[in-house]
């Protein structure tokens, strides 16, 4: 796996780890049985930036908690590279921390589920459209956080 984490914002209240990161995204890949060798960028930014690429991308005007950039590459070019190239994840850091206050978590297991449920998204998985993908995307999430060690986020 290449794995780039771009660490743009920093909290004290949230220390980002990479090794936690990569350990994430496998864990999310390893859970639906994923074999592709894959590339993924993780970008922890401030309220700024999230808002200004919530805003052009989604058209909401407010920083977000994640936002996920799959990559659209064709099956030759990823035959030519060797791997998958998946997208983009951003992480707002400063709502990571608010939502775990609000939501009484811890700011680490929060990232961590923001960072599987993000993989998902890039994945073609979805919550939007059907309460049927909603629930096997929070089935993926809850699986995978619990082979990391973390508690069902949804309860």
Do not use: W
């Amino acid at each position: 796996m290449q794995l780039s984490v771009q660490q743009v914002y920093r909290s004290p209240k949230l220390k980002v780890e990479i090794a936690a990161v990569e350990q994430a995204v496998l864990a999310t890949l390893y859970t639906i049985h994923y074999k592709h060798r894959v590339e993924i960028t993780v970008r922890m930014v401030g309220r700024d930036e999230s808002h200004a690429l919530n805003l052009a991308y989604r058209g909401q005007y407010k920083p977000t908690n994640v936002l996920s950039f799959a990559a659209e590459v064709s099956p030759m070019m990823v035959e030519q590279l060797g791997y998958e190239p998946l997208g983009d994840l951003v992480i707002c850091v400063p709502v990571v921390v608010d939502e775990a206050v609000a939501q009484h978590k811890s700011p680490q297991a929060h990232l961590t589920h923001l960072i599987v449920h993000g993989v998902l998204h890039l994945l073609g998985y979805d919550h939007v459209h059907s309460d049927a993908e909603a629930a096997l995307m929070e089935g993926l999430e809850i699986g995978t956080l619990a082979r990391l060690g973390f508690y069902n986020p949804y309860v």
